[in-house]
């Protein structure tokens, strides 16, 4: 089956610079990668998501770059703000296969 | 237009007895899926329902955890013989067909806690 690794686990970004938080899946059939945010005592929400027919999708602060020869997917976040504090899932599904795998986390930490 | 309502929010049961974890998808929603979070850990897939059908359990423990979604009213996760190992952290999710047209809209969780 699909096994999504993601990286860093922890992540501490001084205020206005950028964040990146790394992903590799092993499946090469996977072709949606969506990424969710979990704040404390919260359900994830989904903040960006991007199909493999695509390299690069960016809404406002927020960007996903996907590499599909190397099998990994990126989340950059710019110009970070403290409401971005919060643990970031990556994830992993393919069409057709409704169940995602989802990496470990990055807890992010904007620091003012 | 609520969103996904999983009740209660928080759950303490002893061990040995059940847990009935509910989830009311948002309207318009007909897929539902549970998944389990350790804490600080991902969230793990358990099973994905359709009304009236199990589509994909793959996830689920083979004894004593069960899940439906009937006609009528919400969809079950069910817990039965409960043990501290159970502890943690359920969502709900739902999507309209074609999860990734839209992707999924969690709930706030059940956090279930074996004493």
């Known amino acids: 089956g699909e096994n999504v690794e993601q990286h860093p686990s922890t992540l501490s970004v001084q205020e206005g610079d950028s964040a990146v938080i790394k992903c590799t899946y092993s499946?090469?059939?996977?072709?949606?990668f969506p990424w969710y945010k979990q704040e404390l005592g919260k359900g994830p929400q989904l903040i960006i998501d991007?199909?493999?027919?695509?390299g690069e999708k960016k809404d406002q602060r927020i960007a996903v770059t996907l590499n599909k020869t190397a099998k990994h997917f990126s989340l950059h976040i710019t110009e970070t703000q403290p409401e971005d504090s919060a643990v970031y899932f990556c994830?992993?599904?393919?069409?057709?296969?409704?169940?995602?795998?989802f990496g470990t986390g990055t807890r992010l930490t904007i620091i003012p | 237009n609520a969103g996904v309502m999983q009740n209660p929010r928080h759950l303490v049961r002893r061990r040995g007895q059940e847990a009935r974890l509910r989830c009311s998808p948002m309207?318009?929603?007909?897929?539902v899926y549970w998944y389990r979070q350790l804490p600080e850990e991902g969230l793990k897939f358990m099973v994905y329902?359709?009304?009236?059908?199990?589509?994909?359990e793959s996830g689920m423990p083979k004894e004593r955890f069960s899940a439906e979604f009937p006609k009528e009213g919400p969809s079950i996760l069910r817990i039965q013989q409960v043990v501290r190992g159970d502890s943690a952290a359920y969502f709900c999710?739902?999507?309209?067909?074609?999860?990734?047209?839209?992707?999924?809209?969690f709930g706030s969780g059940t956090r279930l806690t074996v004493v």
């Open positions: 999710a739902s999507s309209p067909p074609a999860l990734t047209n839209y992707g999924y809209t």
């Open positions: 499946d090469s059939a996977s072709n949606y």
């Open positions: 991007i199909r493999s027919n695509v």
């Open positions: 994830a992993a599904s393919k069409i057709g296969n409704e169940k995602l795998t």
């Open positions: 309207k318009g929603h007909s897929h």
């Open positions: 329902l359709q009304k009236e059908n199990i589509i994909d």
